[in-house]
């Protein structure tokens, strides 16, 4: 097949290609083959099922390829292109081979994202990928390991201060581009020449910072989830540590530092929502003058709007909760030269801020951590032991019944009872139990005695008539003439 006409599911984010057509399976990254999670920067295409305005087309695409990088090129020959088609687009020199990634409406948005003008001159896409550029393609790739292995070796030979992270093969394999990360300018004319001698290919090195280095080969955050700059973040704002102070984060630079070194990217997240929130707060580096001391401030939560203060300016030991509204009443109070007793208004509203506030029903609460991990472990053991325990108590409890009764008898025969009056109805019951005649006063376990022993002789006449009539029975059949 000279052709093929549909290149669904070809990934080029990750180290392998997996190809699923009418004519051809071959199996890539394991992850590819559910979603688009190799892909750098992949773009979620929400106009998928909503059709066209006439207004609205363009034959402009988006194609990307290895990573994160990406190109706008224009269809000049009215190709029937879908998300995922391999095609082949123009190049200096040659071609290159790229995926669709991004077709209709929405690519007028990624063109205002990136900031580029329609009216400039795009790229050709020339044609879809035929399978003997899709084969050339997989050659290339499968050297890049290699190439950028033995490069960093010549940069090492050669004592450059500069750290090679990635390259990139050109579809048709006639250039590849070197992405180094260099803190400083480096002359590297001798490098390119020994590589360009032992690799026989076009060489473009090109320049990229930290970030942009951990956009590209991609990790998981201490969050758990995908880096932010390899999912969706293309422009990279400057981060500083005073968005760590604005939101009461500890100065710890390892937590603070992202995969690439640098402050974490989404330290400016929320950063806005925590200004806005502080803007009537108090000045904190003022301490608060009271009747009992100078209190000095020690920590802030700024969503609950309280204070925690402490009269040792060293040591957060005995430290209140005050609200903000308290702290600027002291505040006016201190600058109109007077001073409270107490930082809170008495003892009451001490302990309320201490303890934690119950929290309504209609109110969100976190139970999450205050559960012991090994709670069901410990209730079983408990409940064992006391089985175990409640088996020995009764066993000791029989145990000294039975040593108690001999005792009890015996002390009954020494100290009988006396000036009980005699009972006349006792010789008569005694008499009438001894009677065997009287059947109506004996003792139950005598009539049950008695009922089967009269039961057991009725059974066993019973069973001897039943052998004799099968033995007259048996008799009969074999002398039939006797009997007649």
């Keep these: 097949m000279e052709e093929l006409d549909n290149y669904r599911n070809i990934q080029r984010g990750c180290s392998g290609i997996k190809i699923t057509t009418k004519d051809i399976n071959q199996e890539g990254c394991a992850s590819c083959m559910k979603t688009d999670s190799c892909n750098k920067l992949n773009v979620y295409d929400w106009l998928d099922e909503v ?4 207004s609205s087309y363009t034959d402009i695409v988006e194609v990307r390829f290895k990573n994160t990088r990406k190109g706008f ?10 998300v995922g088609d391999v095609v082949a687009v123009e190049a200096s020199p040659g071609h290159d081979i790229g995926v669709v990634s991004v077709k209709g409406p929405l690519v007028f948005f990624q063109l205002k994202k990136a900031r580029i003008n329609l009216d400039q001159e795009f790229k050709k896409i020339y044609r879809k990928a035929k399978t003997s550029d899709i084969e050339k393609w997989k050659q290339f790739v499968a050297k890049e390991d290699g190439v950028m292995l033995r490069s960093r070796q010549i940069a090492d030979n050669l004592h450059l201060n ?5 390259v990139e093969f050109q579809g048709d394999g006639t250039k590849a581009i070197f992405y180094y990360i260099a803190d400083e300018r480096v002359d590297f004319r001798e490098l390119i020449k020994i590589m360009a001698e032992e690799f026989k290919i076009r060489i473009e090195m090109k320049q990229i910072g930290a970030r942009q ?3 590209r080969i991609g990790g998981i955050g201490p969050c758990g989830r995908e880096l932010c700059c390899t999912t969706w973040i293309t422009n990279f704002v400057s981060v500083s540590t005073n968005s760590a102070r604005q939101q009461e984060l500890s100065p710890n630079p390892q937590k603070l530092a992202g995969q690439c070194g640098k402050l974490k990217c989404c330290l400016n997240y929320e950063l806005d929502a925590y200004i806005d929130a502080q803007k009537d707060f108090p000045n904190v580096r003022q301490p608060l003058e009271t009747m009992e001391g100078t209190a000095y401030h020690q920590k802030t939560d700024i969503f609950k709007r309280v204070m925690w203060y402490s009269y040792d300016q060293n040591s957060s030991v005995n430290i209140t909760v005050v609200p903000i509204d308290r702290v600027k009443e002291i505040l006016d109070m201190n ?3 007077k001073k409270p007793d107490t930082l809170l208004l008495n003892d009451k509203t001490q302990e309320k801020d201490s303890t934690p ?4 029903d209609d109110e969100f609460t976190n139970d999450i951590g205050t559960d012991s991990i090994t709670r069901f472990d410990n209730s079983k053991r408990k409940k064992r032991k006391n089985k175990k325990n409640k088996g020995t108590a009764n066993a000791n409890a029989n145990q000294s019944k039975q040593n108690n009764q001999p005792e009890v008898e015996n002390q009954q025969k020494q100290n009988p009872v006396k000036n ?3 009972n006349p109805n006792k010789n008569k019951n005694r008499n009438s139990n001894n009677n065997p005649n009287n ?5 139950p376990n005598q009539r049950r005695e008695k009922s089967g022993k009269n039961n057991n002789q009725g059974r066993k006449q019973n069973d001897n008539q039943n052998i004799q009539n099968n033995q007259n029975a048996q008799n009969q059949k074999k002398n039939p003439e006797h009997s007649n």
Excluded: C, F, T, W
């Design 213 to 215: 280095e951990a956009g």
């Design 335 to 337: 600058k109109a030269g």
């Design 420 to 422: 009980n009056p005699p």
């Design 439 to 443: 059947g109506q006063n004996a003792n």
């Design 162 to 166: 500069m750290k090679i992270g990635d």
């Design 73 to 82: 090129y224009r269809n000049v020959n009215n190709l029937d292109l879908q």
């Design 51 to 54: 059709p066209p305005a006439p």
């Design 357 to 360: 506030s119950k929290v309504n």
